[in-house]
């Protein structure tokens, strides 16, 4: 059972949501269930696909608040060094950027948003092989019934 961060939108903004997949159950194949777990499959399949991709846009939308909030945070270092007088290069901004908290903050978000999405995105992936699996075990299954109802020569 892992659990799953997603954003959705509300009148107010944006709203996140934790949800708990059963990756074991989804991801376990049987030949005593086969063909409810063929039935269930696509749902599934879907189901996954959406909350990837809602994991995919809520990284794009971290990954744009994190250059936001590097942009924000090296204007600031510029503004301070003019106002003091002191002169600053550029790898001493992007130096005192990378330390800033909020770009930490938002660095840190991004890097979360993102592992989330490869690890669902991996998830689906894993549940299109599945359903490849399933209908070879169902072709084989056919193959030997068939096998066990031919007349014996």
């Given at each position: ?50 909350i990837s991709a809602e ?99």
């Open positions: 059972m892992i659990e799953v961060d997603y954003e959705y939108r509300t009148d107010e903004g944006w709203a996140t949501q934790t949800i708990k997949l059963d990756v074991d159950l989804d991801m376990s194949l049987s030949d005593e269930t086969l063909n409810d777990d063929m039935c269930a499959l696509p749902r599934t399949i879907a189901y996954y696909s959406e994991c995919q846009a809520m990284t794009a939308r971290r990954k744009n608040y994190m250059e936001v909030a590097e942009a924000a945070a090296s204007q600031r270092i510029r503004a301070a060094a003019k106002e003091s007088g002191d002169k600053i290069t550029e790898p001493g901004i992007k130096e005192q950027v990378v330390s800033d908290d909020a770009v930490r903050e938002a660095r840190d978000l991004y890097y979360e948003a993102d592992r989330q999405h490869r690890m669902l995105d991996g998830f689906y992936r894993a549940l299109r092989e599945k359903a490849s699996i399933s209908i070879a075990i169902c072709y084989k299954q056919k193959e030997e019934m068939r096998t066990m109802n031919s007349p014996l020569e």
